[in-house]
């Protein structure tokens, strides 16, 4: 059963996949079934777990865009609020 190029990936951990199990041959491949860090699983094949292609269910990627979108808020939003009083301020004390 365990042909050329069969790595038993059971138990390791790829960043956020902890190998649960092989879930079989997909797209010729030998495929391992994941659990991510966040409790999700994720069916993944074995060179992509081992080139770094997957790393995670996909929740890796929804957070690096969540963190980009604060990082674009706090960049702006000093920006907005200093401006905001500047504006206050003229508008209240005409001196
Ligand atoms: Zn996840």
Redesign the pocket.
Known sequence: MRGNGFKDERGNQYS?LYVVCDAGIKCRQVSWLCL?????Y?TVIGNNLRSGGTR?????QKEQITKEMRCNILVCAPQIDLGERKGVKARHLPL
Request: glycine share 16%; aromatic share 0%; net charge positive.
């Open positions: 956020r991510c860090n966040c409790g999700n994720k995670s269910c996909g929740c890796l």
